[in-house]
């Protein structure tokens, strides 16, 4: 089964500090991609980073790195430097190449609350 | 460009009542989607198209249709809702199914069913 686990409900950081949000994920498919969306009160869905299963080194974007760990199936989320503004839900999700559909897979999300 | 769009923003619907979530994109997008997002929930997928023409199901289809008559709008349609479609409902779209092209998501439409 295709699944994204994410297993922090909540977290807190204290601004500038940096924060790791954690995601695993489960797929028989040799090929996929690993997205982070960020989703504030607003209510809007960002996207934040992308990883290819073939991509040999991390992604970055920004303050924004993904650190991947294919034998473990990991694909966590760390932000430097946190800003107030950093605060919202951060969802993980995953999109096998199998398949026709394109669909993202996402986790139940990670609410991450910053600290003055 | 205005990306994804979703009409209405805000709807109170009573049990039975039907109505229509209207999605476009101005991005020549092939692909489609509709998601709902329950509280505690990540989104999951309702239906999808992969053309003009075209849809499926996807995890959540029961009590929803629907229609891709032209490439840049993807309608979905409660034909007689029940107090459990109370959600938010995203659209997205992308360029490709493939893993590198991300999905721009619509601002969302929050339903509400009484």
């Known amino acids: ?116 | 460009n205005a990306g994804v769009t979703q009409t209405p923003k805000f709807r109170v619907l009573k049990t039975g009542q039907s109505m229509t979530l209207l999605c476009a994109q101005d991005m020549n997008h092939e692909y489609m989607y509709w998601y709902r997002q329950d509280p505690g929930m990540g989104l999951r997928l309702i239906h999808y198209s992969v053309g003009e023409g075209t849809t499926a199901k996807g995890e959540v289809p029961d009590g929803y249709n629907v229609s891709r008559l032209k490439k840049q709008n993807f309608l979905l349609g409660l034909e007689s809702a029940a107090p459990s479609q109370t959600s938010v409902y995203f659209c997205a779209s992308s360029y490709s199914r493939l893993s590198g092209y991300e999905q721009y998501f619509g601002p969302g439409t929050r339903l509400t069913v009484t």
């Open chain 1, 1 to 116: 089964a295709q699944k994204i686990t994410q297993t922090q409900p909540g977290m807190f950081v204290q601004e500038k500090e940096a924060v790791t949000l954690d995601c695993t994920y489960d797929t028989s498919d040799p090929s996929y991609g690993l997205f982070w969306y960020k989703q504030p009160s607003s209510g809007e869905m960002i996207f934040l980073i992308y990883q290819g299963s073939y991509d040999q080194q991390n992604a970055t974007e920004g303050r924004y790195s993904l650190n991947f760990q294919k034998a473990r199936k990991s694909a966590n989320l760390v932000i430097s430097a946190s800003q107030l503004g950093d605060s919202a839900m951060y969802f993980c999700a995953m999109r096998p190449y199998g398949g026709s559909q394109g669909n993202l897979i996402f986790g139940k999300g990670t609410k991450l609350s910053v600290k003055p």
